[in-house]
């Protein structure tokens, strides 16, 4: 089964503010300005064997770190910047439909910043399953406990992505249960976009001016999303990271995927319960810790940013600018670690 990543940082300048990643974006095909103005997102290719992908997301990264450099400008891995002011939204036409169907609240999600694992389709429905059953292990990548300066959660860029940048369609975004059937999923699916097209309808967006931007497969963000586009079930739960966490997380969550049956998999409403937990209080939490381990993994392998940050209860923007320069920092050295991982 192949694998493929994306890995969403923030740029800011050499005095820590969030900055323009445009620039960065176009020195490079592999990567591209996210929601954020100052988010880039870096794509690899599918691969079969896992050390050649993380061999790729290695390289990837850093190269973007040294043109980052050369600009004047560093790379960060957190799931928030912590305290930003204004974060910067890319206002395309299609977000200005989002913000008057949705609300205001959607510009949150400009906000956080995400790892994706896309998973080739070998059994959709069994790996659906299994990647809805694995949300908890979000625990595992918490990488910011702070959203503009305040502490909200262990991971505060789940917390706000599902909770507070839904708006009117929290379904959108929400973890969905288990499904019996592909059909089922999709059929979820165009439900929750007739009720996303019929808002659009009421607001007096142009049924035209709509459909140029939303269809069924682009209109929901939910943590496990069967992609048409691609042919990968993908997984968006986990939080941008540093990369020694993040071959971790895929080395240790790909046999699961893999092999996991329905029969082996938790009640949903017990993996509903640890989610929240691993969102608000990440591997502080005992049934978390023990939730990964019934899932096969050992989570005191793991060290979540979220959980070894020097960080004050309220963060100022002055703070927010050192702990960014310090991540970018770590993020540099973290690089060649990550290489000897792989080698």
Same mark, same amino acid.
């Given at each position: 089964?192949?694998?493929?990543?994306?890995?969403?940082?923030?740029?800011?300048?050499?005095?820590?503010?969030?900055?323009?990643?445009?620039?960065?974006?176009?020195?490079?095909?592999?990567?591209?300005?996210?929601?954020?103005?100052?988010?880039?997102?870096?794509?690899?290719?599918?691969?079969?064997?896992?050390?050649?992908?993380?061999?790729?997301?290695?390289?990837?990264?850093?190269?973007?770190?040294?043109?980052?450099?050369?600009?004047?400008?560093?790379?960060?891995?957190?799931?928030?910047?912590?305290?930003?002011?204004?974060?910067?939204?890319?206002?395309?036409?299609?977000?200005?439909?989002?913000?008057?169907?949705?609300?205001?609240?959607?510009?949150?999600?400009?906000?956080?910043?995400?790892?994706?694992?896309?998973?080739?389709?070998?059994?959709?429905?069994?790996?659906?399953?299994?990647?809805?059953?694995?949300?908890?292990?979000?625990?595992?990548?918490?990488?910011?406990?702070?959203?503009?300066?305040?502490?909200?959660?262990?991971?505060?860029?789940?917390?706000?992505?599902?909770?507070?940048?839904?708006?009117?369609?929290?379904?959108?975004?929400?973890?969905?249960?288990?499904?019996?059937?592909?059909?089922?999923?999709?059929? &979820? !699916?165009? %439900? /929750?976009? +007739?009720?996303?097209?019929? =808002?659009?309808?009421?607001?007096?967006?142009?049924? @035209?001016?709509? *459909?140029?931007?939303?269809?069924?497969?682009?209109?929901?963000?939910?943590?496990?999303?069967?992609?048409?586009?691609?042919?990968?079930?993908?997984?968006?739960?986990?939080?941008?990271?540093?990369?020694?966490?993040?071959?971790?997380?895929?080395?240790?969550?790909?046999?699961?995927?893999?092999?996991? &049956? !329905?029969? %082996? /998999?938790? +009640?949903?409403?017990?993996? =509903?319960?640890?989610?929240?937990?691993?969102?608000? @209080?990440?591997? *502080?939490?005992?049934?978390?810790?023990?939730?990964?381990?019934?899932?096969?993994?050992?989570?005191?392998?793991?060290?979540?940013?979220?959980?070894?940050?020097?960080?004050?209860?309220?963060?100022?923007?002055?703070?927010?600018?050192?702990?960014?320069?310090?991540?970018?920092?770590?993020?540099?050295?973290?690089?060649? %670690?990550?290489? +000897?991982?792989?080698?």
């Amino acid at each position: 089964m192949k694998a493929g990543l994306e890995l969403e940082f923030w740029v800011i300048d050499e005095e820590g503010e969030l900055d323009y990643a445009k620039p960065v974006a176009e020195r490079v095909y592999f990567a591209s300005q996210e929601f954020s103005r100052s988010m880039i997102e870096i794509q690899t290719e599918p691969h079969e064997d896992m050390d050649e992908l993380l061999k790729e997301a290695i390289s990837k990264t850093e190269i973007l770190v040294e043109l980052a450099k050369k600009d004047g400008k560093r790379i960060v891995p957190l799931g928030t910047p912590l305290n930003s002011g204004e974060v910067e939204v890319y206002e395309s036409e299609r977000f200005q439909i989002e913000q008057e169907v949705i609300g205001p609240e959607v510009k949150h999600a400009g906000r956080t910043a995400g790892l994706h694992i896309h998973f080739e389709k070998e059994d959709s429905l069994r790996q659906l399953n299994t990647l809805t059953a694995m949300d908890p292990l979000s625990a595992l990548t918490n990488s910011s406990p702070r959203y503009q300066r305040k502490h909200l959660a262990d991971g505060c860029r789940n917390k706000i992505y599902r909770h507070k940048a839904c708006g009117a369609f929290p379904e959108q975004r929400e973890l969905w249960p288990y499904m019996d059937s592909i059909t089922e999923w999709r059929e &979820k !699916r165009e %439900e /929750l976009f +007739e009720e996303f097209e019929n =808002k659009a309808e009421q607001k007096g967006i142009e049924t @035209e001016r709509f *459909e140029r931007f939303f269809q069924p497969e682009n209109s929901v963000w939910t943590p496990v999303k069967l992609r048409e586009d691609y042919p990968t079930v993908e997984w968006r739960a986990p939080d941008t990271t540093l990369l020694t966490e993040v071959i971790k997380i895929v080395k240790a969550v790909k046999p699961i995927v893999q092999k996991k &049956k !329905r029969s %082996e /998999l938790p +009640e949903f409403q017990k993996v =509903k319960n640890a989610s929240e937990k691993a969102i608000k @209080e990440g591997l *502080e939490s005992e049934e978390v810790r023990e939730y990964i381990k019934e899932m096969g993994i050992n989570p005191s392998e793991f060290s979540p940013v979220s959980q070894n940050l020097d960080i004050p209860e309220e963060v100022s923007r002055e703070k927010a600018k050192e702990i960014r320069l310090n991540i970018a920092e770590r993020l540099t050295e973290d690089l060649e %670690e990550a290489k +000897e991982m792989i080698n």
